[in-house]
């Protein structure tokens, strides 16, 4: 779901890394991460987030529940305190039925006031290593993925419940996303040279415009110093023409450019961002994530890989036509020459037709969905636990 307004507005920075794409404040402990793989930080978040239908200023709309910000960041593993009201002592466990962080007295009262937490669930924090509860037996941590339910469950739950369903284990699954997505962060870079040739080329094009401009500009005078007065008008009009061509066929080439600087930011942001979730030691958070990074990668590419051949070649040219006028000479002095330019495709047209036709439900694949992943919370649980 796109909102041209939205995108269509230049002094929107969308390629900012660790920043806000909102308020553009610095993305903190409490973030989020949208469809689109942009940051929003706690204040911006809306106060129901299960149901957030948040439309990023890129135009794209994150429904539901939303996923932790998945980049580690500085000084997030300072001291927390007791989240019981009116406790300033600093949290010494935290309940994983409600993800809340308690000191050791307060975590008694919690219990007992909360019968249907498990006092298993109550763990020592800060923890060391990822625990996703298993959304069968609520103790367990979970271990495989069973492809048929698309659920993530605990290796006894797999045994009991779903013994003929395919499972995949979780770390290995996280190592062979990892390097799918470390091919497709090849193919960005790959890609955003290719983008810099583009550009460059564009540039040179430029440059071969200004040359024939000068030429034909002599070409012009030459032939007009053979005729009189209606000569010397049609060549006022003539240079005119092909001033207009000349400012309309580079203004494009400009525009085109920003397009290819836009679609080089973006590479680079997602070259970015999705190399330091890869960096991310914690392996659900990163399967959780790694379905909209991987939606968004085939974006990315679609945009480099389907540009028009015309616009990969990079060729352009102003032409004088001029030689069966000169034949025809003064009783057709009013048609004389006219100028022309090479048709130049429109890559910010190319650009909105690409967002337009960017449907994120055709680009399903084995990866466990987000709903599903999302239904469980996600902590850290000490091994001896």
């Not at 959304?135 to 469950?153: A, D, F, G, L």
């Not at 002599?218 to 005729?227: C, H, K, Q, S, V």
Request: with cysteine; charged share 25%.
């Amino acid at each position: 779901m796109m909102n041209s307004d939205i995108v269509n507005n230049e002094n929107v920075d969308l390629w900012s890394v660790d920043k806000c794409i909102f308020c553009k404040g610095q993305i903190g402990e409490n973030s989020k991460i949208l469809n689109c793989l942009h940051g929003i930080c706690e204040n911006c978040i809306p106060s129901d987030e299960t149901d957030s239908n948040i439309q990023c200023k890129c135009g794209i709309v994150t429904n539901g529940e939303l996923i932790n910000y998945p980049i580690v960041l500085p000084n997030v593993l300072q001291a927390k305190i007791c989240s019981a009201q009116y406790c300033d002592v600093v949290a010494k466990k935290i309940c994983m039925s409600c993800n809340k962080l308690y000191c050791k007295s307060c975590s008694t009262i919690h219990l007992n006031n909360n019968k249907d937490h498990k006092p298993i669930l109550m763990m020592t924090y800060p923890l060391k290593e990822e625990f996703i509860a298993c959304p069968h037996c609520t103790e367990k941590c979970v271990e495989v993925y069973c492809t048929k339910c698309s659920k993530m469950i605990c290796s006894l739950c797999h045994l009991n419940y779903h013994r003929k369903h395919n499972f995949k284990i979780l770390k290995k699954m996280a190592t062979q996303i990892k390097l799918k997505i470390n091919m497709d962060l090849l193919e960005l870079r790959k890609n955003n040279n290719f983008l810099n040739s583009l550009m460059e080329r564009s540039d040179h094009n430029i440059e071969i415009f200004k040359s024939q401009m000068d030429q034909i500009n002599e070409n012009i005078d030459d032939a007009m110093n053979l005729l009189h007065e209606e000569i010397n008008k049609r060549s006022f009009e003539l240079k005119k023409s092909l001033e207009v061509n000349f400012i309309d066929a580079v203004q494009k080439i400009n525009m085109n450019k920003m397009v290819l600087n836009d679609f080089k930011k973006e590479n680079e942001y997602y070259y970015n961002l999705t190399s330091s979730v890869i960096n991310n030691s914690k392996t659900f958070e990163f399967i959780k994530i790694s379905k909209i990074i991987m939606d968004q990668m085939i974006i990315a590419k679609r945009h480099t890989t389907n540009i028009p051949i015309e616009i990969a070649s990079c060729y352009v040219d102003l032409v004088y036509n001029y030689e069966q006028s000169m034949k025809e000479c003064v009783e057709k002095i009013q048609g004389f020459g006219n100028i022309t330019s090479t048709p130049i495709v429109s890559l910010p047209e190319y650009k909105t037709m690409v967002n337009l036709n960017n449907d994120h439900q055709d680009l399903q694949n084995n990866l466990p969905s987000l709903s599903t992943m999302t239904q469980v919370k996600t902590e850290i649980v000490d091994n001896k636990m």
